[in-house]
C-alpha cells in the first residue's frame, strides 16, 4: 500500500488488472504520492439544467474537462467521469498548466453554453492529513486502455472541502475563452435500450468489510445476468445511430472559442467523413470503421469505482426489479446507500485520439439525468444518515 519512490511516473507505472471484479481486491491498489493534487470540477446548476432538457450538454461539459487535460498532457492519467462533472488526479509538474487549462473551459462553457464549471483543487497531502486516504488501482478495459480504480474515502473527503470552502480551494480567476475541445465528440445518438430500460446505478457501502458488500452485490449481479454480466454493456453496436450532418455541426460550433481557425475546419471535413462513413456506410479507404465500432463497446467506462460503484446497466423490466429489490433490502439492512435512475437510452460522449485500439474512450451515462438524477437519490439517504428507502 505504500507510494511508489517516483511520483511523476506513479500511474503509468502501475500494473492494470483485467477483471473488473477484482477492484475488491487490495493488491491492486497503492496509496496516491503526498505531492499530487486532486482536482475536481463540476457544473454548478447540474439539476436544473437537467430539468430543462439539456443534460448532454451538461454531460459534454463534464466530460470536456477529461479532454482538456488528456491533450495538455499527452499520457494517460487518473480521472473519473460522474456525468455531470470530473475528479481527476494530477502530477505536481502539471497541476498549474492543467488548472490554467481548465479555467479557459470555464470561460468557453460560459460562453457557448451558458453554464458555468466550477474548478477546484486539493493537495493529496492535505487529504491524506485528515485521515482519509487515496488508493489507486488501474482496471483494463481492453488491451491498451486502462481507467482509474479509486478507494480509502479521500475523494469524498476532497470533494466536501472543495464544496464547502470555495474561497480556499476553488478559482475565480478569468482566462480567455481560446480553447478547442481536441478529441472530444458527441456525434452519435442516444443509445435506445436493448432489452427495456437502462437503469444508473450507485452503490455506495457503509459497513466494513466494504470490499465484501460490493462483492455480494456483483455476485446478485451475476446471478440476475445468468452469469454474463457483460450483457448489461450499454453501448450496443446495432442500435447506434450517427447524428446527420447539421447536428453535428451544431454541436460543433460551440466547442470551439473562435470559428476561422484550421482545428475547426478539419474538425468540419472529419464530420462530413464521419457521417459518410456511419451514416450512409460508405466505405473509407484507410480504416475499418465496423471493427472501430465494434470496438466502442470495450472502450467504454459503462462500470467505474471512485469510492462507490457506478454502473450504468441495459436490463429486462424483471432484472431491473431484481436490482432495485437487492438495493433497497440492502440499504434498509444498513449495508449501502444507493440511488437508481430508470431511462430510455443511454449517452455516450467519446474521446478519441486516434480510431486505433487502445485510442479511444467512450464516457458512458444514463439518459435524462442519469448518474446525476441517482446522486440525487443517494443524497437524500446520505443527509438522513438512516436506513430508510429514498
Not at 460490493?214 to 449481479?221: I, V
Not at 459518410?276 to 465500432?293: A, M, Q
Not at 454502473?311 to 432484472?319: A, K, T, W
Request: glycine letters at 6%; charged letters at 25%.
Amino acid at each position: 500500500m505504500d507510494s511508489p519512490r517516483t511520483t511523476e511516473a506513479f500511474y503509468k507505472d502501475l500494473e492494470s488488472f483485467p477483471d473488473f471484479r477484482d477492484f475488491t481486491e487490495d493488491r491492486n491498489f497503492l496509496r496516491v504520492p503526498d505531492d499530487w493534487f486532486v482536482v475536481i470540477t463540476d457544473v454548478k446548476g447540474s439539476t436544473h439544467a437537467i430539468e430543462q432538457g439539456r443534460y448532454k450538454d451538461v454531460n459534454t461539459i463534464g466530460a470536456a474537462a477529461i479532454s482538456v487535460t488528456q491533450e495538455l498532457l499527452q499520457d494517460d492519467f487518473p480521472y473519473v467521469f460522474g456525468g455531470d462533472g470530473s475528479t481527476m488526479l494530477i502530477p505536481p509538474h502539471s497541476i498549474e498548466a492543467v488548472i490554467h487549462a481548465l479555467l479557459r473551459l470555464r470561460c468557453l462553457s460560459r460562453a457557448q453554453f451558458g453554464m458555468e464549471l466550477r474548478v477546484g483543487r486539493i493537495a493529496v497531502r492535505e487529504v491524506h492529513a485528515t485521515g482519509s486516504s487515496i488508493e489507486l488501482a488501474k482496471h483494463e478495459l481492453t488491451k491498451g486502455k486502462c481507467v482509474a480504480v479509486f478507494r480509502g474515502g479521500g475523494l469524498r473527503e476532497a470533494e466536501r472541502r472543495i464544496k464547502d470552502n470555495e474561497e480556499k480551494y476553488c478559482y475565480t480567476t478569468e482566462q480567455s475563452a481560446d480553447l478547442d475541445l481536441k478529441g472530444l465528440s458527441c456525434r452519435w445518438q442516444p443509445i435506445p435500450n436493448q432489452h427495456g430500460c437502462i437503469l444508473s446505478v450507485l452503490v455506495m457501502a457503509r459497513i466494513e468489510p466494504t470490499a465484501d458488500v460490493y462483492r455480494d452485490f456483483l455476485a446478485e449481479l451475476n446471478r440476475i445476468f445468468a452469469g454474463n454480466i457483460d450483457e448489461a454493456n450499454p453501448v450496443n453496436v446495432g442500435l447506434m445511430r450517427y447524428k446527420t450532418v447539421n447536428e453535428c455541426v451544431r454541436d460543433e460550433k460551440r466547442y470551439h472559442s473562435s470559428r476561422p481557425t484550421v482545428s475547426y475546419f478539419k474538425r468540419l471535413f472529419e464530420i462530413v467523413a464521419a457521417v459518410l462513413i456511419f451514416k450512409f456506410h460508405i466505405p473509407p479507404l484507410f480504416f475499418n470503421p465496423l471493427h472501430y465500432k465494434k470496438s466502442m463497446r470495450f472502450h467504454s467506462d459503462f462500470r467505474k469505482f471512485d469510492d462507490m460503484l457506478r454502473m450504468i446497466i441495459d436490463g429486462s423490466p424483471e432484472q431491473a426489479a431484481a436490482i432495485q429489490q437487492y438495493l433497497k433490502q440492502a440499504h434498509d439492512k444498513g449495508e449501502i446507500f444507493y440511488g437508481v435512475h430508470t431511462s430510455e437510452t443511454a449517452l455516450m460522449t467519446c474521446y478519441v485520439q486516434d480510431v486505433k485500439d487502445g485510442c479511444h474512450i467512450h464516457f458512458i451515462d444514463g439518459g435524462d439525468g442519469g448518474y446525476a438524477m441517482a446522486a440525487k437519490q443517494m443524497k437524500g439517504q446520505l443527509s438522513r444518515g438512516r436506513t430508510s428507502p429514498s
